[in-house]
């Protein structure tokens, strides 16, 4: 989806762009791995069952029409659980939501988070009976993966990239219609052989989205497209730069970029190949605090001053 969507917008060939995927953190393991204990902070005591949904503030992520499928539940379902809707919001965001719980006469049987820490969104995905997730489009859709991979069912949109995380066309339902997405739950909720195949789906799916699986499709794209310089051929070593910011940055995209550096950097060094990583961070560009740390790091703007363009056969951000 996301290809087909660049292919379109950026004018580019769709034959000159590779998918690669993404991969899941760590720290999302199912509760028999690494058991996290229940977010007192941002769940109510004797919360029970409850549905977990990872939303946003703008409208793509659809909270409104999660908020009308609930209500159109069936009684004894919604008695049972409660929905938790984790999403960081500002105070008019919150009032929206609020506003629309009351007027779908779901108030008191939704949970809004707010912000939560890394091990409490482990633990809320740990413990939760279901993973919704109601967006219209997005570019992966990596909280579906992290809730499968913490051992909880998932359902999703059958739009945008979401059917291609799960790969399972009895997970999807349609996000513009209520009444699908609460079908959809009620049956992520009863079924138990429906919940076997979902949980199936997440298996496959957490096998397949990982560090390593990104870094072999990176090389083999990059392999594919022939380097940069045609006309002046590598004898030996290839090296590619990965340029972005790393652990440590305020950038939430520092972690994922550390990942996918450490497996392109054991991927490429199974080949005899080298991964140079130039930093996006502010900071002196006089390389003075480049090429000596560990990593081969550089800031990102040496390129083409202190780094010939040359040296490198492919710049990945």
Not at 94 to 119: I, M, N, Q, S, Y
Not at 193 to 207: C, N
Not at 216 to 227: C, M
Not at 308 to 317: A, Y
Request: charged fraction near 25%; aromatic fraction near 6%; include cysteine.
């Amino acid at each position: 989806f996301a290809a087909a969507t660049a292919a379109v917008e950026l004018g580019v060939p769709r034959d000159r762009i590779a998918t690669i995927g993404a991969g899941v953190e760590p720290q999302f393991v199912p509760p028999d791995r690494d058991r996290r204990p229940p977010p007192t902070r941002v769940l109510p005591a004797g919360i029970g069952d409850y549905v977990v949904s990872v939303t946003g503030g703008d409208e793509r992520k659809n909270t409104h029409g999660l908020l009308r499928a609930w209500a159109e539940l069936p009684a004894d379902v919604r008695t049972r659980h409660r929905l938790v809707v984790v999403a960081a919001h500002d105070v008019n965001v919150l009032r929206r939501w609020r506003t629309w719980a009351e007027e779908a006469g779901v108030a008191d049987e939704v949970v809004f988070t707010g912000a939560v820490t890394d091990d409490e969104m482990v633990a809320l995905l740990q413990g939760a009976r279901l993973a919704v997730m109601p967006s219209i489009e997005e570019g992966f859709g990596l909280p579906v993966l992290e809730a499968v991979a913490c051992g909880c069912p998932a359902i999703c949109s059958g739009v945008s990239s979401l059917p291609e995380v799960l790969d399972e066309p009895a997970a999807c339902f349609d996000p513009h219609d209520p009444t699908s997405i609460a079908r959809a739950i009620e049956r992520g909720l009863t079924d138990e052989a429906h919940r076997a195949v979902l949980s199936s789906a997440g298996r496959r799916a957490v096998e397949r989205w990982t560090w390593p699986s990104v870094a072999r499709a990176s090389v083999d794209a990059l392999g594919e497209l022939g380097p940069r310089f045609p006309g002046q051929p590598r004898a030996t070593s290839r090296t590619i730069g990965l340029a972005g910011p790393y652990e440590g940055s305020e950038s939430g995209i520092g972690p994922y970029d550390d990942r996918i550096a450490d497996a392109l950097d054991r991927r490429l060094a199974e080949r005899g190949d080298e991964l140079v990583r130039f930093v996006d961070l502010t900071g002196t560009a006089d390389g003075s605090d480049a090429g000596a740390s560990p990593g081969h790091r550089w800031p990102a703007r040496t390129i083409g001053r202190f780094v010939p363009p040359w040296d490198i056969d492919h710049v990945v951000v």
